[in-house]
Every structure is written in C-alpha cells, then in structure tokens.
C-alpha cells in the first residue's frame, strides 16, 4: 500500500500567535514554524502502518513558500519515503490546495491520503473533505484508530459523544485526530539521512490549476483583554458582591 500524507507548514504550536499591525492576519515574520501537530500525527500513523507491514511506501507532500522544505525534510527524518514540494507563494486556502493534491494523487496513485484533521493556523477544517469529494473517494475524517483488513481499513472516529467505526475500501481518505497515536521524534542519525532522501520541487503555477482566491479576509482582531480576577475569602462576601456590585441575585 502507498500512502500519501500531506503536511502544512504553520506557526509553531507554543508560539503565542499575534495579529499584524494592519489586521491582515496572523504575523508570521520572524516566528517559529513547524509542521501542523495534526500533520505529524498523520505521518506517524503512515509510519505505523509501514512497520505493521500494511504499506511500503510513504511520500510527504507540502503546498507552500520554499521555506516548507524544511518540513518536509521534519517528515523525512521522522521515516517517509518521499517528498514532494508545490512551491507557491503563500499556502492557498482549503479548495485550491485540494485540488493540487487531487492532481498529485492522479499522478502518484495512493492507496491511502492521510490527512490532519485541520491546520492550527486556521482552522479550516476542510482540506480532507474537500479531496475526497474532488475524488469521489470513501473518506474517514477525526479517526482516533486506523486498522489494514484484507478488503480495506477499519476506522474509529471521533464523533459528538462517542465513537463511530467505519469500514472503508481503498483507496481512501482519512484525516488524523488528536488521540491517534503519539508521534515519535527524530533522531540525530535519521535527520542526517533525511538529507540525502529525494525532495522534488513543482511550481503550482506548472499544474495547471485555478488557484484563485475565493475568500477575503476583511478583519482580525486580537480579542478584547479581560478584566483581572478577583480572589474572594468566602461565600459571604461572593454572596454580597453578586447582590450589590453585580446586581444579579
Ligand atoms: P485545513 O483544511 O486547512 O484545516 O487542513 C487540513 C489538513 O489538510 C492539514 O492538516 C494538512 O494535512 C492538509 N493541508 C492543508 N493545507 C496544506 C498545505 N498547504 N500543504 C499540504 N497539506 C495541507
């Protein structure tokens, strides 16, 4: 089975994320970068199955600035096979992304995508659905456990107030939640190997396809800072401030 993963670049997790001066979006000069949590639990989950002997082949694919090489060679040092480089000048959003990755999977027929469930940069939530509707592929989104059988996969998603097992045929899309697996770090000997894996560089604008924003970001704002807290010794006093200062009892 080949596995394909895509994986984001975005501002690192533990970054304390600041609006731009001019409220175009999220400042990302001179801030950590790292691949999207979800990315790597969806590289560690290919990985898994490689070493349950369920596939042979794992490529990484990354739609963005040059600067995600560097990810990619992350997803490489972790134990993929492959990476592929779409070089655009920023990431595009959801729909254009997909549909690069729509002309990636025709190439490189996959068995499997495994996607993250969403970007933390944004949060959009769709790329997965989105590639499998493009495809008109079975897709398994939020999976909390990934399992090979002889005609497909077994998934178990997370779903409002439970759990959900879905049994899917190949090929197939699943999208990586949190409780999937814990991802491994790299080694120092596997990020000197990673060097030496191959990394192809294709121009999105050489595939051919309408990257053409459909959404405007018109605003972002820092949300309003809340006043400090008070400590308070007893019911008594909570009792008499909720009387007469906050007039609610
Ligand atoms: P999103 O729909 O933007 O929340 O992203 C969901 C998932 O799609 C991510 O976790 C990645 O696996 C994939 N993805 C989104 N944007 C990109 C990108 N620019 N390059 C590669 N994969 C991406």
Do not use: H
Request: net charge neutral.
């Amino acid at each position: 089975m080949k596995i394909l993963v895509p994986i984001k670049r975005v501002v690192d997790y533990n970054v304390k994320v600041r609006v731009r001066r001019d409220g175009t979006g999220v400042e990302t000069a001179g801030v950590k970068m790292s691949m999207n949590p979800f990315d790597e639990i969806a590289v560690e989950e290919a990985l898994r199955l490689r070493e349950k002997g369920a596939a042979d082949d794992i490529v990484v694919v990354s739609v963005g600035v040059p600067q995600a090489a560097d990810t990619l060679r992350t997803a490489l040092a972790m134990g993929a096979d492959r990476a592929i480089l779409v070089q655009s000048e920023e990431s595009p959003e959801p729909l254009a992304v997909a549909k690069i990755l729509k002309t990636l999977v025709e190439r490189e027929k996959p068995d499997l995508v495994i996607l993250g469930k969403q970007a933390i940069d944004d949060d959009m939530n769709a790329t997965g659905q989105m590639l499998a509707g493009l495809l008109d592929w079975p897709q398994a989104t939020f999976a909390s456990r990934v399992e090979k059988t002889d005609d497909g996969l077994t998934v178990t998603r997370e779903v409002d107030g439970g759990s959900e097992t879905l049994s899917l045929t190949l090929p197939a899309i699943v999208t990586a939640d949190l409780r999937l697996n814990e991802p491994r770090y790299a080694s120092l000997p596997n990020i000197m190997k990673a060097k030496k894996k191959p990394l192809d560089t294709i121009a999105a604008a050489d595939l051919g396809i309408d990257l053409t924003r459909r959404l405007t970001m018109l605003s972002m704002a820092e949300p309003p800072t809340r006043k400090a807290g008070v400590k308070l010794g007893s019911v008594a006093e909570l009792v008499e401030k909720l009387r007469n200062e906050a007039k609610v009892i």
